[in-house]
């Protein structure tokens, strides 16, 4: 089975701080995400990566940058967290762009 | 542009109770389809799928018939469980290029014993 593994379940952070998610899968994909997800508004995709040191904005890029050093492992930065960037991360990968996604069990970030 | 509507929720049902969940999409092309599962606390994992017109994808006692005369793909239990509490999640993929999975806005069902 595919595992994608988030470093961190919960975080609490302080505004004006570098935030680091980190994502990391074991089955070789091309592809990885990183999606925010919010009560009433969905999954919300913020960076995906096609191929290692490959990047590209997604939906709501504001705020945030993304790392693809080795092909495993995918950063989410958030340079200076601020309370809005409150939110639950999800990060995914896959091997196609048209197959399935395979979801980590999510960071719930606080920003205070 | 592409794009998923499902029902809004949240749908309450009691145990042994039929479930639908309703989902329609705008695509170019033939997209793949998907529902995908969000138990508490956990990330989203995939139900099921249906990569082509009339496909029936299956899971769990899960359904989902991939109908594109009407653009639909709705999600039928014959008789659910407690232990179906979750958010669902309708999605499609394009076949050809892209790398985006369009999600619905995920609808939330609610089990009573």
């Known amino acids: 089975d595919v595992k994608v593994t988030q470093s961190s379940r919960y975080l609490v952070k302080r505004t004006g701080e570098k935030v680091f998610l980190e994502c990391v899968q074991d089955m070789d994909h091309e592809n990885m995400f990183w999606y925010r997800q919010d009560p009433g508004l969905g999954l919300r995709l913020i960076y995906f990566?096609?191929?290692?040191?490959?990047?590209e904005k997604g939906d709501i890029p504001e705020g945030y940058s993304v790392s693809r050093e080795k092909k495993e492992r995918f950063s989410l930065i958030l340079e200076s967290a601020s309370t809005n960037q409150t939110s639950m991360y999800l990060c995914a990968s896959n091997p196609r762009g048209y197959q399935p996604q395979h979801f980590g069990d999510g960071t719930r970030l606080s920003i205070l | 542009g592409n794009s998923v509507t499902q029902m809004e929720g949240p749908v309450t049902l009691s145990e042994e109770a039929f479930l639908t969940i309703n989902c329609t999409y705008t695509?170019?092309?033939?997209?793949?389809l998907f529902w995908y599962v969000q138990y508490p606390g956990e990330g989203l994992q995939l139900l099921l799928k249906a990569t082509k017109a009339d496909d029936k994808g299956s899971n769990k006692g899960f359904e989902a018939t991939y109908r594109k005369e009407t653009t639909s793909f709705h999600l039928e239990k014959g008789s659910v469980q407690v232990s179906d509490s979750a958010v669902y999640f309708c999605a499609l993929n394009r076949n050809t290029g892209g790398f985006k999975t369009i999600f619905g806005a995920g609808t939330r069902l609610f089990v009573k014993a």
């Open positions: 695509a170019t092309g033939y997209p793949s």
């Open positions: 990566s096609y191929d290692v040191k490959m990047k």
